[in-house]
T-cell receptor
Framework: NAGVTQTPKFQVLKTGQSMTLQCAQD?????MYWYRQDPGMGLRLIYY???????DKGEVPNGYNVSRLNKREFSLRLESAAPSQTSVYFC???????????????FGDGTRLSIL | GQSLEQPSEVTAVEGAIVQINCTYQ??????LSWYQQHDGGAPTFLSY????GLEETGRFSSFLSRSDSYGYLLLQELQMKDSASYFC?????????????FGTGTRLLVSP
C-alpha cells in the first residue's frame, strides 16, 4: 500500500538549475497539494489541485510551477532554483474536502532539497 | 487573513498528561485538525473537531471552542514515542475550503 510517493528523496542543485519534483498517489484522491517546510516552521502551501485539470496558488507560489498530469500525479517544478528555495517539500493528497467535514491529508515522505 | 498560534515547545515526562494549545484568528472555517510529525518524517493526521467540544481517540483527545477561538490537543499516558511536533490546522472558507492552513507547530519532548 504505497499511499503518496515522492521522488527524489534528496537533491542538491546549483543556483539557476531547474528540476521537477514528482508526486503520485494511489488512493484515488481528487485533491493534491505541495507544501514546503523550513526548519522550525510549519507547512506552507505552495500550490494545490482540487481536481484533475485544475491548479491554484497557495501562500508561497513564487518561483514554482505545477502540473496535474492526471488524477494520480502532481509535479512541482523549480525553473531557476535559488538558495531561498532550500527546504523540505511535501506532497499530500486527500478526498475532495466538503464544507461540513474534513478529509485527512495523506503526506509523502518528502524531498529534501538543497540549493547551493 | 489566517493565523494559528501554538507554543513552540512543551516538555513532559513519561506517563504524564500534556495539553498543546492552538489559538486562531480565522473566522468562518469548518473544524480544527491536528497532525503529528516525527523528526525526519511526514505529517500524519491525528484528529478532527467538526463541532465544539471534546473528541477522544485512545490516549489522544482534541477540543474546540469557536466562541473562544481556541482548541487544544490532550495527550495522556505519555510515551517516549509521542516525542514529535504537533500542528493544528484549519480550512478557511475563502478557497471553498480547499486549502489547509497549518499552525506554527509545537515540539513535544517526552523524557523518561
Amino acid at each position: 500500500n504505497a499511499g503518496v510517493t515522492q521522488t527524489p528523496k534528496f537533491q542538491v542543485l546549483k543556483t539557476g538549475q531547474s528540476m521537477t519534483l514528482q508526486c503520485a498517489q494511489d488512493m484515488n484522491h481528487n485533491s493534491m497539494y505541495w507544501y514546503r517546510q523550513d526548519p522550525g516552521m510549519g507547512l506552507r502551501l505552495i500550490y494545490y489541485s482540487a481536481s484533475e485539470g485544475t491548479t491554484d496558488k497557495g501562500e508561497v507560489p513564487n518561483g514554482y510551477n505545477v502540473s496535474r498530469l492526471n488524477k494520480r500525479e502532481f509535479s512541482l517544478r523549480l525553473e531557476s532554483a535559488a538558495p531561498s528555495q532550500t527546504s523540505v517539500y511535501f506532497c499530500a493528497s486527500s478526498t475532495r474536502p466538503g464544507t461540513g467535514g474534513d478529509q485527512p491529508q495523506h503526506f509523502g515522505d518528502g524531498t529534501r532539497l538543497s540549493i547551493l | 487573513g489566517q493565523s494559528l498560534e501554538q507554543p513552540s515547545e512543551v516538555t513532559a515526562v513519561e506517563g504524564a498528561i500534556v495539553q498543546i494549545n492552538c489559538t486562531y484568528q480565522t473566522s468562518g472555517f469548518y473544524g480544527l485538525s491536528w497532525y503529528q510529525q516525527h523528526d525526519g518524517g511526514a505529517p500524519t493526521f491525528l484528529s478532527y473537531n467538526a463541532l465544539d467540544g471534546l473528541e477522544e481517540t485512545g490516549r489522544f483527545s482534541s477540543f474546540l471552542s469557536r466562541s473562544d477561538s481556541y482548541g487544544y490537543l490532550l495527550l495522556q499516558e505519555l510515551q517516549m514515542k509521542d516525542s514529535a511536533s504537533y500542528f493544528c490546522a484549519v480550512r478557511p472558507p475563502n478557497t471553498g475550503f480547499q486549502k489547509l492552513v497549518f499552525g506554527t507547530g509545537t515540539r513535544l519532548l517526552v523524557s523518561p
